[in-house]
């Protein structure tokens, strides 16, 4: 029983987008938007849903805050979709608590991110850190592995032995500089015993289907775009997948040109799609001006998603 449970994530692919944790206008969790956000992607055909990571601003709560939106998501998936929360930390022992509370409230997996405090790139550290949340737990567990937001290395090597020796380790998102050769390196070394998954708001879709990556993990605000993406592209209509993926494009180009500004821009585009009622941020931040925000609107009208 209990490898079936810790194996029960071994087929999952497609879009798994991080939801974004939407607040109110003073800032507090807003659990109706919520709701309606996971409401939203589930009707849009996702193939999972991924709470508390990057995109949720993991950082700006705290964690009892975190516990409510772990809930919330759960809750609201009501098992129609699979579930994984950011049992983010740079401590073994906080991220250890999330895990087991995240197990407790019946989510189908947890994301690990790098200790990243001290940086500390020895594979005995990084082994230890990830396989003792692992062993402790009855759920899968993915890595978050971005190399130039945490700072922090993990080798092939490494993961090759986090696999072979936790039966729940299999699943990792990889992105930020040298993805690609890291996801190709990983499919020759370990096959279907790792499941990959994309990032970098779905920017290399394509190259990281190429190398064996299963899916993406993108944020949560086009679903509809990026599942006609990943199904057309499945089941051979590459034309038809890429047409689609120049509309998306239009967005993710005012993207990257505001890169300090994603959180904004992905809330206010749920907001403008009718999703949300307010796409507040906490701080630290740098908010969208109105100038941006008519930009964002014609943007969208444009590509016919409002």
């Given at each position: 029983m209990r490898g079936g449970l810790l194996r029960k994530l071994k087929n999952?692919?497609?879009?798994?987008?991080?939801?974004?944790?939407?607040?109110?206008?003073?800032?507090?969790?807003?659990?109706?938007?919520?709701?309606?956000?996971?409401?939203?992607?589930?009707?849009?055909?996702?193939?999972?849903?991924?709470?508390?990571?990057?995109?949720?601003?993991?950082?700006?709560?705290s964690d009892d805050e975190r516990?409510?939106?772990?809930?919330?998501?759960?809750?609201?998936?009501?098992?129609?979709?699979?579930?994984?929360?950011?049992?983010?930390?740079?401590?073994?022992?906080?991220?250890?608590?999330?895990?087991?509370y995240a197990e407790d409230i019946g989510a189908d997996g947890i994301v690990l991110i790098p200790p990243f405090y001290n940086r500390v790139e020895s594979k005995l550290y990084l082994y230890e850190h990830f396989s003792k949340i692992a062993r402790s737990i009855n759920l899968p567990v993915m890595i978050q592995d971005n190399e130039d937001v945490f700072g922090v290395h993990i080798c092939p090597f490494l993961y090759r032995r986090l696999v072979e020796e936790n039966v729940n380790i299999y699943l990792v998102k990889i992105e930020g500089s040298g993805a690609?050769?890291?996801?190709?390196?990983?499919?020759?070394?370990l096959g279907d015993e790792i499941i990959i998954f994309g990032g970098s708001a779905a920017r290399f879709f394509y190259e990281e289907m190429a190398v064996g990556a299963s899916g993406n993990i993108p944020d949560a605000c086009l679903p509809d775009l990026l599942v006609d993406v990943f199904n057309k592209y499945k089941s051979g209509d590459i034309d038809g997948s890429k047409k689609t993926y120049e509309k998306f494009k239009r967005w993710l180009n005012f993207l990257l040109l505001h890169p300090l500004q994603a959180a904004e821009i992905e809330k206010?585009?749920?907001?403008?799609?009718?999703?949300?009622?307010?796409?507040?941020?906490?701080?630290?931040?740098?908010?969208?001006?109105?100038?941006?925000?008519?930009?964002?609107?014609r943007i969208l009208e444009e590509m016919g998603v409002i």
């Open positions: 999952l692919k497609g879009i798994v987008p991080s939801l974004h944790t939407i607040t109110s206008s003073d800032g507090e969790i807003c659990e109706e938007d919520i709701r309606s956000e996971v409401r939203f992607n589930i009707e849009s055909g996702v193939h999972g849903l991924a709470a508390g990571l990057g995109a949720g601003e993991f950082y700006k709560f516990k409510k939106l772990f809930k919330i998501v759960v809750d609201e998936a009501n098992g129609k979709v699979p579930v994984l929360v950011g049992a983010w930390h740079t401590g073994t022992e906080p991220a250890l608590m999330l895990a087991k690609l050769e890291k996801m190709k390196i990983l499919k020759e070394m206010e585009t749920l907001r403008l799609r009718g999703v949300i009622k307010c796409s507040h941020t906490r701080g630290p931040k740098v908010g969208l001006s109105e100038e941006d925000k008519q930009a964002l609107k």
